[in-house]
């Protein structure tokens, strides 16, 4: 069975740090692209950063310099470190394999192919 089980989100100020970890099992996690996304009510579902199995990784524009993604092949987990949070990047943290787009279905984030987490929330706080 493949789970992705994120941990670590909550309320913040602004400026304030979080650190999101996703931990992974039931497929080759060393093989995966892994990322996370978000979505806020109103806005469509965002990547906002992947790692991909060489180590490589992408931002999106609205969290380059602030956010930073990284994996640990040996305990199969994928760490968000967030700084400098806004009041924008309040939203649902999604950890995601393999998946590099997203569509919310019922509240749910789907893709053609990848795996989900249940979600993580992050809330930031003037």
């Known amino acids: 069975e493949v789970q992705l089980v994120e941990s670590g989100g909550g309320s913040v100020q602004v400026g304030g740090s979080l650190r999101l970890s996703c931990i992974a099992s039931?497929?080759?996690?060393?093989?995966?692209?892994m990322g996370w996304h978000r979505h806020a009510p109103g806005n469509e579902c965002e990547l906002v950063a992947e790692?991909?199995?060489?180590?490589?990784?992408y931002y999106s524009d609205s969290v380059k310099g602030r956010f930073t993604i990284s994996r640990d092949n040996k305990k199969n987990t994928v760490i968000l470190e967030m700084n400098s949070l806004k009041p924008e990047d309040t939203a649902d943290y999604y950890c995601?394999?393999?998946?590099?787009?997203?569509?919310?279905?019922?509240?749910?984030?789907?893709?053609?192919?990848?795996?989900w987490g249940q979600g993580t929330q992050i809330t930031v706080s003037s």
């Open positions: 039931g497929f080759p996690f060393v093989d995966s692209d």
């Open positions: 995601a394999a393999g998946a590099t787009q997203c569509t919310m279905v019922a509240g749910r984030p789907t893709s053609t192919y990848g795996y």
């Open positions: 790692i991909a199995s060489d180590g490589r990784t």
